[in-house]
């Protein structure tokens, strides 16, 4: 029985000891996992908690001076340039057009293609000139100045324009298409001894045309128009 408590003491005693070994070896690994990075020295792993930082100061951004005296100049100028827009009259930058003559017919197809364009569209109808007529005028014929006076000096071409207008009454000497040929015509009357003697252009149909007023691009617009519907001539106002 005595054996039996001696084996068991020492199996505690030893078991005690073991404990206490094993106590001492945890408390070793402990110190040497708190060491100074000894495992990251041996595989080269920079441990970026224990590296310095350096700390970047920007410079805060300088405010602008501020010149009143030239900012309330600005201002001014800024204000004088909205002005002159406001009331400066939009129809001194525009540019007319002519778009004529027309028969009537034509007159209604180029209408169309316009009423959609941006500008401003007159319409007119006024006699195209066909010709020039060299004429002796009616206060001259009132005078006794007739047609057998007329032959006496040589001129065969000639008649009386009963027609109702302004050359009612008037004795007719020639019709040209261009008045060059009439400026001839006139002179050589005039050496033949015949006074008075004028020139007036020949009205023909009553044709239309189109004023067009508007802005450079709306201009250049009815320019594109003009080209599908190429009747008559495109040309400035008051050539």
Known sequence: ?????????????????????????????????????????????????????????SNAPVAPKINLKEGLAQLDSAIESASKQVFEDPKNNQTCLQWGPLLQSESARVADSLSNWGGETDRLERQVPVGYVVFLPQEIVNTGVGIDQLSGKGITDMFYITTPGPLQGTISLGL????????????????????????????????????????????????????????GELKACGT
């Open 1 to 57: 029985m005595n054996g039996w408590k001696v084996l068991v003491g020492v199996l505690v005693v030893t078991n005690f000891a073991w404990l206490g070994w094993g106590l001492l070896e945890s408390g070793a690994g402990l110190k040497q996992m708190e060491s100074s990075g000894l495992r990251s020295e041996w595989v080269t792993i920079e441990k970026p908690w224990q590296q310095a930082v350096e700390v970047v100061r």
């Open 176 to 231: 040209f298409r261009d008045v060059e040929r009439a400026n001839v015509q006139r002179d050589d009357l005039i050496k033949r001894g015949v006074a008075g003697v004028q020139i007036r252009e020949r009205l023909g149909p009553v044709r239309v045309f189109f004023e067009l007023r508007g802005t450079p691009d709306q201009i250049k617009s009815v320019q594109s128009i003009f080209e599908l519907n190429s009747k």
